[in-house]
């Protein structure tokens, strides 16, 4: 893709951020964004939710707030358009309460249904949130517990309990507007969300972005129940493997690191949570205000170290 390189353009796509910023005056930037994929899940209202939660996402991930989505929208003759409907009404819902207006968009015919949002926020130029100013001595925050790549390719294979379907679905339908609500006013050096690469890969954007290292603390990832057990079975879906291709040789692994672990750091999250570096005074403040405002697993998961021989260095 050709380089856009304008005054104006504060966040392009040199450094694989999850929206581009254009500043319109010292008060106002706009964020724009755009995300879709094909369902996760059965049921379509739950589909609807899901993507358009995902792309209100990278809004949210730049310490952005979303005004107005539009729907892009695949959708195969062969299904009743009440599917098509619910789709709709669940994107629809996420929109309403992202505080967001839905004010159109596009349908194509596609043999596969396919849904997401184009999504056009504001920040303020001077509280725009990167993946590439990660400081070093902050820690790492994740806001959403992982695994649900694994636990979709377990739904999708009919091996998942009824409890673990709800706590995939929960997990996924959760706007991160609430942890970055949470976090608000808290020192904060850099922002991402995990989605399709994994936390592995979207820490190394930040990590090789920032130019620091990252320390990974293995033994506290916050694991949505049942992937771990999933992941054990070899239950993991592809991406997570091209994942690990992709980071896998930027990243050091100590000895004694958990498989499933490993497994579940590369696995490819739907509508994944925030991962934020903050400055360590501010840590605990973080942690009382996300357990007040958000009711997801989150946890410290790491350190931000300087620039070492490998981006990420996971430790027992
Ligand atoms: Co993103
Ligand atoms: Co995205």
């Known amino acids: 893709m050709p380089r856009m390189k304008d005054e104006r353009l504060i966040v392009g796509s040199d450094t694989s951020d999850d929206a581009a910023v254009?500043?319109?005056?010292?008060?106002?930037?706009?964020?724009?964004?755009?995300?879709?994929?094909?369902?996760?899940v059965d049921d379509p209202y739950t589909f609807g939710q899901i993507a358009a939660a995902n792309s209100l996402s990278d809004v949210y991930a730049m310490g952005g707030q979303p005004l107005v989505a539009m729907n892009i929208v695949c959708f195969p003759d062969c299904l009743k358009l009440e599917v098509l409907e619910q789709i709709l009404k669940g994107g629809a819902d996420?929109?309403?309460?992202a505080g967001a207006?839905?004010?159109?968009?596009?349908?194509?015919?596609d043999e596969e249904p396919k849904y997401g949002l184009s999504v056009t926020g504001i920040v303020h130029p001077e509280k725009v949130l990167v993946n590439s100013t990660a400081r070093v001595g902050d820690y790492l925050i994740l806001t959403k517990p992982l695994g649900l790549g694994i636990l979709n390719t377990a739904i999708k294979a009919d091996m998942a309990s009824k409890d673990q379907y709800d706590a995939a679905v929960k997990t996924m339908v959760t706007?991160?507007?609430?942890?970055?609500?949470?976090?608000?006013?808290?020192?904060?050096?850099?922002?991402?969300?995990?989605?399709?690469?994994?936390?592995?890969?979207h820490a190394h954007e930040m990590a090789e972005g920032s130019e620091v290292s990252l320390e990974i603390y293995s033994d506290r990832i916050p694991i949505i129940e049942g992937a771990e057990g999933f992941a054990g079975m070899g239950i993991i879906p592809e991406g997570a493997y091209s994942n690990k291709n992709h980071v896998g040789g930027d990243i050091e692994v100590e000895e004694g690191v958990e498989e499933v672990?490993?497994?579940?750091?590369?696995?490819?999250?739907?509508?994944?949570?925030l991962l934020v570096a903050i400055d360590k005074n501010d840590v605990?403040?973080?942690?009382?205000?996300?357990?007040?405002?958000?009711d997801n697993e989150f946890a410290v998961v790491g350190q931000v170290i300087s620039k070492g021989e490998k981006a990420i260095y996971i430790k027992k």
Not at 22 to 40: G, I, S, W
Not at 261 to 273: A, F, H, K, N
Not at 284 to 294: D, H, M, P, Q, R
Request: proline fraction near 2%.
């Open 261 to 273: 672990i490993l497994d579940l750091l590369y696995d490819p999250q739907t509508s994944g949570g």
């Open 175 to 201: 706007l991160n507007k609430y942890a970055l609500e949470a976090l608000d006013g808290l020192n904060i050096s850099s922002c991402t969300d995990v989605t399709g690469f994994g936390f592995l890969g």
């Open 94 to 97: 996420k929109a309403i309460e």
């Open 284 to 294: 605990e403040k973080a942690l009382e205000s996300l357990s007040a405002n958000t």
């Open 22 to 40: 254009y500043k319109l005056n010292e008060e106002t930037a706009l964020v724009q964004t755009v995300d879709f994929f094909t369902p996760v």
């Open 101 to 109: 207006l839905l004010v159109g968009g596009h349908s194509v015919k």
